[in-house]
């Protein structure tokens, strides 16, 4: 019985990190303030209202010497959009969760997308909140 138990275990921890969920779990017991690598997208909570979150954005690209091409707002989600020079595009959504709170996610390229880029951007974003 404890070997079936064990063998179930295994496969499912084996199952999460073959379909890429694995990190959520790592994610969410991290609590917040830990950045997530979550479906091609870098994902992390912040203690910073909205309004700030995108500010911090714009200023983010704008010190990276990236152009803004486009920007999506809404009540509880902002996208705002840029590209590299070799045509990689950038996406960045905000999104409210609280007055004081906000989800950033960031990403970069099609499938798969830079993980390295993402958190260089995030990283900066981060330092201007």
């Not at 479906?39 to 704008?62: H, M, N, P, W």
Request: include cysteine; glycine fraction near 8%; hydrophobic fraction near 45%.
């Amino acid at each position: 019985m404890l070997k079936k138990m064990a063998l179930a275990v295994f496969s499912g921890f084996l199952l999460l990190n073959l379909c890429g969920c694995f990190v959520l779990l790592g994610g969410a017991a991290g609590g917040a303030g830990t950045a997530a690598w979550l479906s091609g997208k870098l994902t992390q909570e912040v203690d910073a209202s909205y309004d700030d979150s995108i500010r911090a954005a714009k200023s983010a690209l704008k010190s990276l010497r990236l152009e803004m091409t486009k920007e999506t707002r809404e009540e509880t989600v902002d996208q705002v959009m840029s590209k590299y020079s070799d045509g990689r595009t950038i996406w960045i959504d905000i999104h409210k969760v609280s007055e004081t709170s906000t989800k950033i996610e960031v990403r970069v390229g099609g499938v798969p997308s830079d993980k390295a880029a993402a958190s260089k951007i995030m990283d900066r974003i981060l330092r201007y909140l």
